[in-house]
């Protein structure tokens, strides 16, 4: 019904940019948060940043000031900034979505199935 599709990862040097890119399809009535996670090898998914529909945005410490999200509406598409990259960025993005389903009252969570992001000389 909904499908989350991320682009934009690969292979970076330290101090390095990407830019990720995650655009919704399917029968979508309105999409309501959106959000940026990752998860690191041996270790937990964590949120990176998120942004309302509104554009109101929350990041965590480790990506503050280095990191920006955004999103088109009208493209129903997220994206994440990513400046000064460090080897601890490294992991596997995912995103991460509250959608309407069209014929739906409610809201419901969707995930993509990740881009790789390494960042390593």
């Known amino acids: 019904q909904v499908l989350l599709v991320e682009s934009g990862g690969g292979l970076v040097q330290p101090g390095g940019s990407l830019r990720l890119s995650c655009a919704a399809s399917?029968?979508?009535?309105?999409?309501?948060?959106m959000a940026w996670y990752r998860q690191a090898p041996g270790k937990e998914r964590e949120l990176v940043a998120s942004?309302?529909?509104?554009?109101?945005?929350n990041y965590s410490d480790s990506v503050k000031g280095r990191f920006t999200i955004s999103r088109d509406n009208a493209k129903k598409t997220v994206y994440l900034q990513m400046n000064s990259l460090k080897p601890e960025d490294t992991a596997v993005y995912y995103c991460?979505?509250?959608?309407?389903?069209?014929?739906?009252?409610?809201?419901?969570?969707?995930w993509g199935r990740g881009t790789q992001v390494t960042v390593s000389s």
């Open positions: 991460n979505a509250d959608v309407r389903i069209d014929g739906y009252y409610l809201y419901r969570n969707f």
């Open positions: 399917g029968s979508i009535a309105s999409i309501n948060s």
């Open positions: 942004i309302s529909r509104g554009g109101t945005t």
